[in-house]
Each structure stands twice: as structure tokens, then as C-alpha cells.
């Protein structure tokens, strides 16, 4: 059995004609799949009857299914999908500042392996790679999510569970699918993709020139903080990474944002603050400051807590009096397991019990 979210265009343009059928009817296909949401009863649409039977036969809308749907008073909704090898990911929906939109946030893999301390999703370890198919099911799970609270999915965030870098070629192909006007059609700008800092990937992904913008997760101003956080942060030290951010900015014309998640006592002084307005000096990047979600005790047994309200305001009033545009990103669904990881670590846990 085929997933039609598996297909390109020429890919699906490829099977059609292997069945015997005009390859002119791939475009629309998949064109409506895309607008659909996912769904498309075959029965319905006006199709050569070779192509409408080949279709039913061979052809079904997802691999993954909802396996469990979380929902906050603030209207984040929260995905757990089960994957046709019956892996699990998450993929996660927030209201965006605009009545009618929503922001969606995706995985990239199943587990991570990069062990971040603070970070629920790396506890489990790390599993496989998504297919680029995989991570465009999860934009029409969102997309069709928004549908139903009478909203449009404006922009997707490859933020979730992995390291997008560490699976490159599949999450830019997704990129593709999503944005690109012969399918998913939301638009190039529309698409973030967010690394831990891996050197390499930035400049694949500059070589790829998507016009996709680059989100940094930098949580530390300095190599020793952000080693003890990252381990990944051994290999790539601050300035490079800053630098391969420039060279990414340089090629796309598009500011970089920097992730900065604030963490009591370890990376939210006044001192970190103006470590990291230093680093921005010259720069035109945006600092997004992050709430931490708690996670319980991480991987070097320690339990992180969110910075108190008096140290963020100082934090971010010590970046913007050096003229660092920052602003916090709203904490969401703080009711639901909200921190990336949190939902599909409780599952397992529970089936493990089970
Ligand atoms: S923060 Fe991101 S890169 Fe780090 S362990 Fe978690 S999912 Fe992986």
C-alpha cells in the first residue's frame, strides 16, 4: 500500500503512468490532497476509472494516526501520532497572535540523540529518521486541526522532536512539499527550521536555498554553560555557530532568530544577558526568549526550573537596553505536557506499565 504523502510530484507523476494512466492527473491530486487536509474520498472525485480504481486499491491518505489529542484552555492542541511501524511522535498546534491562525510545530525525528539535558524528548533516546512523508502527515494532522477550530495554518515550525540537521535531505524535501504552490502551497517564508547549532547543517541547508528561515538554539552565551546543556556544544563552539548563522543570513536575506530558553541559576543572570547582547552586537537577529517547561530530572540527574518573573524581566531588559530586539515567546499549554517530549514520554511510560 502506497501513502499518497509519501509522493513528490514527479514521483507520483512516475506512478501513474507505471499503472497506465495519464500522469496530467498527479498536479491536481495532489493539489487537492494538500488543500484537503489529508483526505480525498476517491469514490467522489471525477477520475478515469482505471486511475479511481488503482487509487482505492493501492493508495491510502495517512500512514500515522491520532493516538492521543491533549488541549489547553489556551487553545495549544497537542498531537500524539502513531506511525505506521507503530512508533510515536509529537506535533503540536499553538493560536498565533491573529484570531484566524494558527502556528504548527513539527517533528523531524523519532527521539533525538543529541542530549540536551533540559529536554524531555532525548530521555527515551533516539529511534529513526522521518521520512519526509511522515513530517508532511504531520503538517495535514495540523492543518487539519485548524480547520476544526475554524482557523488556517500560517506557519510550521520543524521544532519538535530531533534534530532537523541530523535528517536534513528528508525535512528540506518535506520543506518542499509543504511549501512549494504545486502542494502545500503555505509559502517558503512560512517554514522555520531549528538546530541546536549543528556548523554543517546551517551551511547544507544555505547550499539548499529554500528561502526557509533559520531559528539558532543557543540557550548559553558562552562554550562552558552551553556544554553542560548541549553536549553538541563541545563540537561547535558559540562563535562558529554565530558565524555559520551570518553566513545563512548573508545567503537568504532573512534574519536568523536565537532561542534562548531561561533556566534558573544556570544561563538567566544579568551577566549571561549581557554576554549574549555582546554576541548580537552588529548582528541583525532576534533574540526569542523561551519559558521552560519542567521535564523532571534530566539525563545528569538534575531538575531544571523556569527563571523567576524579577530575572526574566531583568534578562530581557538588560538585552534590550544594549538595543537586542528580544521578546518572550508565550509559554503554551502549561496544563498539558507542553515541553517537546513530555506527551509521547508519558505514553511510553504508561505502556511500559501497562
Ligand atoms: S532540545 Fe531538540 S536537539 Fe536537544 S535533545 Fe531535545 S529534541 Fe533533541
Redesign the pocket.
Known amino acids: 500500500m502506497n501513502f499518497l504523502s509519501d509522493f513528490s510530484l514527479a514521483g507520483f507523476e512516475r506512478q501513474l503512468a507505471a499503472w497506465g494512466c495519464k500522469t496530467s492527473h498527479a498536479r491536481r491530486l495532489l493539489l487537492d490532497y494538500y488543500a484537503n487536509a489529508g483526505s480525498l474520498d476517491w469514490a467522489r472525485l471525477k477520475l478515469p476509472r482505471l486511475l479511481r480504481d488503482r487509487l482505492s486499491a493501492e493508495c491510502v491518505m495517512f500512514g500515522s494516526a491520532v493516538a492521543m489529542r491533549q488541549v489547553a484552555e489556551d487553545g495549544t492542541i497537542k498531537l500524539l501520532l502513531q506511525l505506521a511501524d507503530g512508533k510515536t511522535i509529537e506535533a503540536v498546534v499553538m493560536p498565533a497572535y491573529q484570531e484566524d491562525r494558527v502556528a504548527g510545530c513539527v517533528s523531524s525525528q523519532v527521539g533525538?540523540a543529541?542530549?540536551?539535558d533540559f529536554?524531555a524528548?532525548?530521555q527515551s533516546g533516539f529511534e529513526r529518521n522521518l521520512s519526509a512523508g511522515e513530517m508532511v502527515e504531520q503538517f495535514l494532522h495540523l492543518r487539519r486541526e485548524a480547520k476544526t477550530v475554524g482557523r488556517r495554518l500560517q506557519t510550521v515550525v520543524f521544532m519538535g522532536?530531533?534534530?532537523p540537521m541530523l535528517n536534513l535531505e528528508n525535512v528540506l524535501e518535506a520543506a518542499r512539499r509543504m511549501a512549494g504552490a504545486d502542494m502545500g502551497a503555505l509559502g517558503w517564508r512560512q517554514i522555520t527550521v531549528s538546530t541546536?547549532g549543528i556548523v554543517p547543517g546551517i551551511d547544507a541547508m544555505a547550499a539548499a536555498d529554500l528561502n526557509i528561515n533559520l531559528a539558532v538554539?543557543l540557550h548559553a552565551p558562552d562554550d562552558a554553560t552551553r556544554a553542560k546543556l548541549?553536549p553538541s556544544g563541545r563540537r561547535f563552539g558559540v562563535d562558529e555557530i554565530l558565524a555559520a548563522a551570518d553566513r545563512y543570513q548573508a545567503k537568504q536575506g532573512r534574519p536568523v532568530s536565537i532561542q534562548y530558553c531561561l533556566l534558573r541559576g544556570v544561563n538567566d543572570s544579568p551577566g549571561h544577558a549581557r554576554q549574549l547582547a555582546a554576541l548580537m552586537a552588529g548582528r541583525r537577529m532576534h533574540v526569542n526568549l523561551l519559558n521552560y517547561n519542567p521535564t523532571g530530572v534530566s539525563l545528569s540527574g538534575r531538575a531544571f526550573e523556569p527563571s523567576t518573573a524579577e530575572a526574566a524581566d531583568a534578562f530581557v531588559a538588560e538585552l534590550r537596553a544594549r538595543k537586542v530586539a528580544a521578546h518572550f515567546r508565550r509559554s503554551r499549554g502549561r496544563e498539558i505536557d507542553a515541553a517537546?517530549?513530555q506527551l509521547r514520554r508519558r505514553s511510553l511510560q504508561s505502556s511500559a506499565q501497562g
Do not use: L, W, Y
Open positions: 533525538c543529541m542530549a540536551c529536554c524528548t532525548t522532536m530531533g534534530e541546536v538554539s548541549i517537546c517530549g
